[in-house]
Every structure is written in structure tokens, then in C-alpha cells.
Nanobody
Framework: QVQLVESGGGLVQAGGSLRLSCAAS????????MAWFRQAPGKEREFVAS?????YYSDSVKGRFTISRDNAKKMVYLQLNSVKPEDTAVYYC???????????????WGQGTQVTVSS
């Protein structure tokens, strides 16, 4: 059974930093594109960042967030810097093909971790 388990969420002040982690039980982890999405209250889930051999970011986080992965550990990370109150959301880890994650249609989803940014 595939599991994606996020951790590292919490409360952070505006301008601060936070690092999210995602542990994946995917047998062929390195062959998957990995991504982070987020969903704020009352809003649709949105793409944040993805990584395979390259990385891709939404305009709203480009230059502030960094996605990375460790294939040996089957982990993916999202470093959040210079956070803003509008970054408050549940952050989800996801896995799939490059095309599917960019279309917000990954194969696997994690349960999510809450990030709250106070002003």
C-alpha cells in the first residue's frame, strides 16, 4: 500500500521559515515526479512546486520556496522561506507523472500538514 506521510507543519510568523517533509513508500520512488500542493480554507487545491530531474514552481512561491528530494531516503522536502499569511493552508505531498502533477491529477496523495502563518 502506497503511503505519503507529510510532517513539519505548524505555526510560524510572517517572514519566518519552515521545512516540510514527505516520506514515501513508493517502491520505485525515483521514477515518480513529486509535488507539493496546498489548499486554503474556502479555496481550491493549488499547485505549489514539483520535482523530477527539474523543478517547477508556481509564481506565488517562486523565489521563496524550494523543493528537493532524496531518492535514497524516499523523501521529498519543501523549504518555506519569507512566508506570508496568504501561505496559510494545508500542504499536501503528491506523486505521479510530470504531466499529471502539473494538472493537479497526481496518482497518490498524502493526508496533508497544516501550515499557519501569523501576521
Amino acid at each position: 500500500q502506497v503511503q505519503l506521510v507529510e510532517s513539519g507543519g505548524g505555526l510560524v510568523q510572517a517572514g519566518g521559515s519552515l521545512r516540510l517533509s514527505c516520506a514515501a513508500s513508493l517502491r520505485t520512488f525515483s521514477s515518480y515526479a513529486m509535488a507539493w500542493f496546498r489548499q486554503a480554507p474556502g479555496k481550491e487545491r493549488e499547485f505549489v512546486a514539483s520535482i523530477s530531474f527539474i523543478t517547477y514552481y508556481s509564481d506565488s512561491v517562486k523565489g521563496r520556496f524550494t523543493i528537493s528530494r532524496d531518492n535514497a531516503k524516499k523523501m521529498v522536502y519543501l523549504q518555506l522561506n519569507s512566508v506570508k499569511p496568504e501561505d496559510t493552508a494545508v500542504y499536501y505531498c503528491a506523486a505521479g507523472t510530470w504531466g499529471r502533477v502539473l494538472n493537479i491529477e497526481p496518482i497518490y496523495w498524502g493526508q496533508g500538514t497544516q501550515v499557519t502563518v501569523s501576521s
